[in-house]
């Protein structure tokens, strides 16, 4: 039987692990297999409204450790995910990454010897544990001879992520180190073969955000719709047809006991992690989230799965102050649950907000 929408929004929710307690910060992250991040403050919250207890702190000493790293694992977007889940996605999406950006690479002049020479020099600078920010590797790159400027920098290190030689790993003071990938965060366990990787890839997409379709999945990872359908074939069991394309996994968890409001961040998986998003967000209200289309994804308020508006955080006199605008008025209890979603917020944070629905 096909999902209704309002079942499509409280099943996702529910896979998502949005607000419900149980995992640290690892484990919701691994729960999702990938969750975007293009932007590390975003991301720090889409890892803690999914690990409820956690704080900021926590969620940056995850990366510290090693547990957790950023890199481009498909459509040249950055994602946090648990270092060996970024070695399994790479086997499958890498070179199909590399192809596409293959012409961008000529346009900036960067050949073959250029790409040797940056590998080289990037290696030297991190070996021994070493991390370096952007601007500081980009500096090595002057002194080897290598000018970063007019994005040839940022392109480099997009090939070398590929490779899987270099990914973001420790936090620092703006933003994330640079570092050898196997060095910073050896591999557990060897790669799957293929049909085992694309298994693994499907099942642990459904497993934080099904029910969804073929066709979600295949936007999500940039893979063809025949590796999904293979991947589906090697599930057997472990995943469920509920009708109308929509996919989940066989075990997935109760839908019981998830608040009702959600500050969510900007670039949320719970709208990105679906090629169709009108069960989430009413079509006439997306350019309100993505305004004039440029892609950069406002951080919502969720009410009972639907996205009702969007929010901002600004600070004043060690306040946080949460603005929500909804899209239309929202009645009472909307207003309360957001107010609760706020105070988790505020945990996470460990700082005050203050919260105004304008």
Do not use: C
């Amino acid at each position: 039987m096909n999902p209704t929408p309002a079942q499509l929004r409280t099943a996702r929710l529910a896979a998502q692990g949005i607000a419900v307690p149980g995992l640290d910060p690892t484990g919701a992250v691994e729960r999702m297999l990938a969750v975007q991040g293009q932007d590390l403050g975003q991301v720090l919250w889409a890892i803690g409204v999914r690990s409820p207890g956690s704080t900021r702190d926590d969620v940056r000493a995850a990366f510290d450790r090693g547990d957790l790293v950023r890199s481009w694992p498909m459509r040249g977007t950055l994602h946090a995910m648990r270092p060996d889940d970024l070695r399994l996605l790479l086997s499958l999406t890498a070179e199909r990454t590399l192809r596409s950006i293959a012409r961008r690479a000529a346009e900036l002049g960067i050949d073959q010897p250029l790409l040797d020479r940056a590998r080289d020099t990037t290696v030297a600078a991190l070996t021994g544990g070493r991390s370096l920010v952007r601007d500081e590797l980009f500096e090595v790159y002057r002194t080897a001879g290598i000018d970063p400027a007019g994005g040839r920098g940022y392109h480099l290190l997009l090939q070398l992520s590929q490779e899987g030689l270099v990914a973001w790993g420790p936090t620092a003071r703006v933003g994330q180190g640079l570092v050898l990938l196997d060095e910073w965060a050896p591999a557990t366990e060897p790669l799957p073969d293929r049909d085992e990787a694309l298994r693994r890839v499907l099942t642990g997409y459904l497993r934080g955000r099904g029910p969804a379709t073929e066709a979600d999945a295949a936007s999500w990872t940039k893979l063809p719709l025949g590796d999904l359908r293979r991947a589906r074939a090697a599930a057997g069991d472990a995943v469920e047809d509920l009708g109308g394309g929509f996919l989940a996994l066989a075990d997935r968890p109760t839908t019981a006991g998830i608040p009702t409001g959600h500050l969510l961040p900007g670039f949320d998986e719970y709208l990105l992690g679906y090629a169709d998003r009108s069960a989430q967000l009413d079509p006439a209200h997306a350019d309100r989230v993505v305004p004039g289309g440029n892609g950069m994804f406002l951080a919502m308020a969720v009410v009972r799965g639907r996205v009702v508006g969007t929010w901002k955080r600004t600070e004043r006199r060690g306040d946080v102050l949460v603005t929500v605008t909804p899209f239309s008025p929202l009645d009472a209890a909307a207003v309360r649950a957001l107010d609760a979603a706020a105070a988790r917020y505020a945990a996470f944070l460990g700082a005050p907000v203050v919260t105004t629905v304008v």
